[in-house]
């Protein structure tokens, strides 16, 4: 009976030891730096014994990573009681337990009016800008990196910078020599990953622990950016033609931070402490998570310290559209980047048994189906799993050898033609929603299919509903260019307003993001899907993801340009030269409704580079100013030193408005008051003598606007001017009234600095 009760006693223990393993889970701990004991010579020796002080559990292996530049703190695996005694200490400032965030060409150069090889601007002697071009370093958190690309051959590139403190890290499937004078760093950070995996980083996973891209994402977004000339590059004969990033002579560095099963908050800021000790000019984040307030939000905490030190962070907006309020990477000192369309097209046509013929878009390079029409089916089924094509979903009774209609939603576009090419479908019509209205978007199918408008797609279901024996043939047209209206802002691209800061209009750009073709990974076919044995060296994909690094590459551009502005000088100057027509002179349309687009999806418009690179004037903005933006929140100091890591915060400087931030577009929020008054400061970076003269607009039935000066004289290069905007909400305006918008314009005969206006009105006193 003893032995037994031993046993039993034993058992016990070892179960709650399992458990107490199972409980732990990674937290990011944010300390009081400027306490740290001087018996510690490290950070992380004081780290360390924070947490052997905790528990005799904790073992070296819980401190997963000590931060240093990007945050004052370290990430750790507890269990929550270990994570409440944390709380606990004077020396915490706070814990919080890791998040995961989602990821969200050839075409592009001439797009954007750039020189097809160079990089430069059309019209523009830039020989200097290109060879200081050389010393930009772009990093790029994201799946990694495929070093074989052509997109990465460093072929006549000169010796690495002397400042670059990267290194090309080693790993079961990447060497130290795949990094080479183009591609001159590459690390990987897993610990979160692993631990949310259920086991701890040193565990060996499926995953191998590298910072090779074996999901293709990476390296899109890198080649995008800064990818070298490739000629003849396309996907599958698609979109053929010479592929380069925006700023193809920079440098890249490739941060691993996103895996299988996402990014980990607690992945993302040990990449952005490491670049930022690295050396990098820029950073770009193509991923994001919800709103939540600036000092709980990783990116935006980390992307603080970047700017101050001078590094320009440029972020995805997201993939939520058209819903309002769903944009991502709010913080003011982050460029937050919105998609829109190219003027290139891969049309693919259906041509039904009642003589009608529609287009679509299509990237399948298989064998088409010939001219014979086939039998064309809408299963709607039960529910709705059926008509989406969700896995499963299909009775091969039904759509065995006939095309088969799919509504777009919810699952991937191109799981529904594998879907449907499992169950025995010869071809699929992927139709638009509500949801997604008139946008198009091209895959790589893996049997004949296309996708077409909601309009369309109502059409032929209703076909399928009235004719007794109805019919299709698909048919695929290739590339065309020049297509119009381009640029459209694109369906998915996430909206505001700006939840977390209201007053601060985003997204602030909008770039190319549909369709576009950048270097890819040979571990993945371009589907994306597990079944897809196809292997290409370039893809086209679409997604905020993709228009955030058209981004980081120009501002490595601006950045080559004019080495002593500040990322808030690159960004005004990127905002307030964007345009807002398309090709056909008229204003930006909105692929959601196919009606004209507002500042809410379009920011301050479509980046344009050859007038960003002389703006004229910046809208500047430093670190004090953005705390004093902060403090304007209401933030408690022990929230605004999460962000900017100061020992004491002193809000003895704070704006009555966080609209009062020096910001290039305005975003006025009526409330319990009628009236809004705004001072900015406009920086000379033009010539010197420059004089500019005032034009705003306004609803004029709701808002009356009053601007003081009317005219800014700048006598030299570098001078400051102020001037002072009035909004007065005019009686009958209320809260029923949705969202009206109007311009602030500084012109002369050389440049036009534009800036947006978006009103909003809630409950106001009568």
């Known amino acids: 009976m003893a032995s037994m009760a031993l046993s039993s006693f034993v058992l016990f223990l070892l179960l709650l030891a399992l458990s107490s393993v199972l409980a732990k889970k990674t937290y990011i701990v944010h300390m009081k730096h400027h306490d740290k004991p001087t018996v510690y010579p490290t950070a992380h020796d004081w780290y360390s014994a924070n947490l052997q002080s905790l528990s005799s559990s904790s073992t070296p292996d819980s401190l997963l990573y000590a931060y240093t530049s990007a945050y004052n703190g370290f990430a750790a695996s507890l269990d929550p009681t270990e994570a409440d005694a944390l709380r606990r200490s004077d020396s915490v400032l706070d814990v919080y337990e890791d998040t995961v965030y989602t990821l969200h060409t050839t075409r ?236 290139r097209d891969f049309p693919a046509y259906v041509s039904l048994g009642n003589k009608k013929r529609f287009i679509g878009v299509s990237l399948y390079s298989g064998k088409g189906m010939g001219d014979r029409p086939v039998g064309l089916v809408y299963d709607k089924g039960s529910n709705s799993s059926t008509s989406m094509c969700m896995p499963g979903s299909l009775d091969p009774s039904v759509v065995r050898g006939k095309v088969v209609i799919c509504d777009r939603g919810i699952n991937a576009r191109v799981e529904k033609g594998a879907v449907v090419r499992d169950a025995g479908g010869v071809g699929m019509i ?44 698909l048919s695929f047209g290739g590339t065309v260019l020049n297509v119009t209206p381009s640029p459209v802002v694109a369906a998915f691209s996430s909206r505001g307003p700006n939840l977390v800061t209201p007053q601060i209009l985003k997204p602030d750009v909008i770039g190319p993001g549909v369709n576009i073709l950048a270097g890819w990974s040979e571990a993945i076919g371009p589907s994306g899907l597990a079944q897809d044995t196809r292997k290409t060296q370039f893809n086209i994909m679409s997604g905020t993801s993709m228009s955030c690094p058209h981004i980081s590459g120009l501002a490595g551009l601006l950045k080559a340009a004019h080495p002593d502005w500040s990322p808030s000088a690159i960004k005004s100057a990127l905002m307030t030269t964007a345009y807002t027509h398309d090709n056909t002179n008229s204003t930006l349309r909105d692929a959601a409704s196919g009606g004209f687009s507002t500042p809410m999806a379009h920011g301050a418009g479509h980046v344009d580079p050859q007038k960003a690179l002389s703006p004229g004037l910046v809208y500047d903005a430093s670190a004090s100013d953005y705390i004093a933006f902060l403090c304007s929140l209401r933030y408690r100091p022990e929230q605004i030193q999460l962000i900017a890591k100061r020992p004491n915060v002193n809000c003895s400087r704070r704006f009555a408005d966080p609209g009062q931030l020096n910001y290039p577009t305005f975003s006025v929020v009526f409330g319990s008051k009628r009236v809004a008054r705004y001072t900015r400061t406009l920086t000379n970076v033009g010539e010197a003598g420059s004089v500019y003269d005032v034009a705003a607009t306004v609803p004029s039935s709701l808002v009356a606007i009053t601007v003081k000066p009317t005219k800014l004289v700048f006598n030299n290069v570098g001078e400051s001017r102020r001037y002072t905007v009035t909004f007065v909400s005019k009686k009958g305006a209320d809260s029923s009234i949705r969202s009206e918008f109007g311009s602030i314009v500084w012109s002369n005969d050389n440049h036009q600095v534009a800036s947006p206006v978006a009103f909003a009105w809630t409950e106001l006193d009568s």
């Open 430 to 473: 992927l139709a638009n929603t509500a949801a997604s209205g008139e946008e198009l978007v091209a895959d790589s199918h893996l049997l004949p299919a296309l996708e077409v408008g909601r309009k369309v797609g109502d059409e032929i279901r209703e076909y399928v509903r009235t004719d007794p024996n109805p019919t299709a043939i």
């Open 108 to 343: 592009t150069p001439e797009f954007l009016g750039l020189e097809t090889q160079s990089g430069s601007w059309q019209g523009h002697n830039t020989l200097g800008i290109e060879q200081a071009s050389h010393d930009v370093i772009i990093g790029i958190l994201d799946t990694g990196v495929w070093p074989e690309s052509k997109s990465f051959d460093d072929t006549g590139m000169p010796e690495i910078p002397t400042r670059w403190r990267g290194e090309c890290e080693s790993g079961p499937d990447f060497n130290k020599s795949s990094c080479n004078k183009k591609l001159i760093g590459a690390r990987s950070f897993s610990r979160g990953f692993h631990m949310a995996s259920g086991g701890s980083y040193m565990r060996k996973e499926k995953e191998a622990v590298s910072p090779r891209d074996r999901d293709g994402h990476g390296t899109h977004t890198a080649s995008t950016a800064a990818g070298s000339p490739v000629a003849n590059a396309n996907l599958l004969g698609y979109a053929r033609g010479t592929a380069r990033g925006m700023a193809p002579q920079a440098r890249v560095a490739a941060y691993k931070v996103c895996w299988s099963t996402g990014c980990f908050a607690s992945d993302i800021l040990a990449g952005m402490d490491r670049a930022i000790q690295d050396g990098v000019d820029v950073l770009s984040l193509s991923l994001g998570g919800g709103s939540a307030p600036y000092f709980r939000d990783t990116i935006a905490i980390g992307a603080f310290a970047a700017m101050e030190r001078g590094i320009f962070v440029s972020c995805s907006a997201g993939n939520s559209g058209p819903g309002k309020a769903s944009v991502a990477n709010v913080a003011p000192w982050i460029m937050t980047v919105g998609a829109g369309t190219l003027d």
